[in-house]
Every structure is written in structure tokens, then in C-alpha cells.
């Protein structure tokens, strides 16, 4: 067991967060009663943060989550080695962490919804008459 899950957990919220993107969780779990403003994630005041699972964040619109895109391979690496790339909320949301997943909903509580669509993830090659072939990737929420 990791014997600092809260610098484990906020090292990797991008990573979790693009994973939200790609899976839809378990409803199982109730959300904790009081959700952590994204805004105190970087505030410093991490001592007084709970980050055990389950916990839930919350987003406003507008808030931006910068991601952590890591390249590891023996045959190829990425140039650059941590290109930007920035996640923008386009709606105030809450996204719960727990061991069941990772769940978003627009209020604190109701997050066992099922989704109307799934979300999906792509990767592949892209070759298209008259562009240079591209990596493709493509990641999509489940819709609600």
C-alpha cells in the first residue's frame, strides 16, 4: 500500500482525471457530504484535505486542469517529452474518485445514473490522402 496516497492521488489527478474520460465507474459507493472546490487542490492547505476514497471534486466552469501526458516506449518517445495540454471544465460538475471508479454527475450526490452512451477510447494510425499519417487518439465521456 502506498504510504502517502494523498501525494499519489494528486500526482496523478490528470492521469485519473483523462482516465475519467475513458471509464464510467460503479454507483455502488455514497459520495462523501462535502465535496473539495478543484481551486483548494493547489492551494497549499493539502494537510486539511482529505483524499482517501471516496472523495468527490468539484469543478467550475472554467477551471483548468493541466494533464500529465507521459510516453514510455523502447521504440519511439514523444517530442515534446510533456507537451501542454490543458482539460477545461465547460460546466460546473463533480467528479467522484472511489475504488469502485471514477464517476462525474452535475450535483454532489447522484452519481448511479447510467449513461445514455459509453464512453469510448480510440488509438491508431491515421492515414489520409494528403496529410502526413498521424498517431490518432481520441477519448470520449460516457453522455449523460
Do not use: W, Y
Not at 21 to 29: D, H, P, Q, R, S
Amino acid at each position: 500500500m502506498n504510504e502517502h496516497p494523498r501525494v499519489a492521488r494528486l500526482g496523478s489527478l490528470g492521469s485519473v482525471v483523462v482516465i475519467l474520460l475513458a471509464t464510467a465507474g460503479c454507483a455502488g459507493t455514497p459520495a462523501p457530504t462535502t465535496p473539495i472546490r478543484f481551486a483548494d487542490l493547489g492551494s497549499g492547505r493539502l494537510e486539511s484535505l482529505d483524499l482517501r476514497p471516496p472523495f468527490v471534486v468539484e469543478f467550475q466552469a472554467g477551471d483548468r486542469l493541466p494533464v500529465d501526458f507521459d510516453f514510455t516506449g523502447e521504440d519511439f518517445e514523444l517530442s515534446p517529452a510533456h507537451p501542454p495540454m490543458t482539460l477545461i471544465a465547460k460546466q460546473h460538475c463533480f467528479v467522484r474518485f472511489s475504488a469502485e471508479g471514477i464517476r462525474a454527475s452535475l450535483d454532489p450526490r447522484n452519481f448511479g445514473d447510467k449513461p445514455k452512451t459509453p464512453g469510448t477510447f480510440r488509438f491508431g494510425l491515421k492515414v489520409l490522402r494528403g496529410e502526413p499519417p498521424k498517431l490518432d487518439v481520441a477519448i470520449a465521456t460516457p453522455r449523460r
